[in-house]
Nanobody
Framework: VQLVESGGGLVQPGGSLRLACTTS????????INWYRQAPGQERERVAT????????DYADSVKGRFTISRDNAKNTVYLQMNSLRPEDTAVYYC????????WGQGTQVTVSS
């Protein structure tokens, strides 16, 4: 299983970023995929989830209405569109799935600062 996140960077408050998690090594369409984030000195927290069947989505309260998770099963990729970014969204963002245990990508840094 390989998960590779991309799309992070430095953005001003109120700005937008689109993260991508490109995957390989498993049947992508069969798995629920999550985005997590971890800020310095804080625990890793789940941000968004998209299910395998039906593409049902769920979000942490802190990002509801601002972030959108989506998936492209043809490209084995999951996305996280992040709008109206705030300084408190600054963190390393990770792609995650459970397959014989937890599988994580290497993460991508998102920094929201003026």
């Amino acid at each position: 299983v390989q998960l590779v996140e991309s799309g992070g960077g430095l953005v001003q408050p109120g700005g937008s970023l689109r993260l991508a998690c490109t995957t390989s090594g498993f049947t992508f369409s069969a798995y629920t995929i999550n985005w997590y984030r971890q800020a310095p000195g804080q625990e890793r927290e789940r941000v968004a989830t998209i299910t395998s069947i039906g593409g049902i989505t769920d979000y942490a309260d802190s990002v509801k209405g601002r972030f959108t998770i989506s998936r492209d099963n043809a490209k084995n990729t999951v996305y996280l569109q992040m709008n109206s970014l705030r300084p408190e969204d600054t963190a390393v963002y990770y792609c995650h799935l459970k397959r014989f245990g937890d599988c994580w990508g290497q993460g991508t840094q998102v920094t929201v600062s003026s």
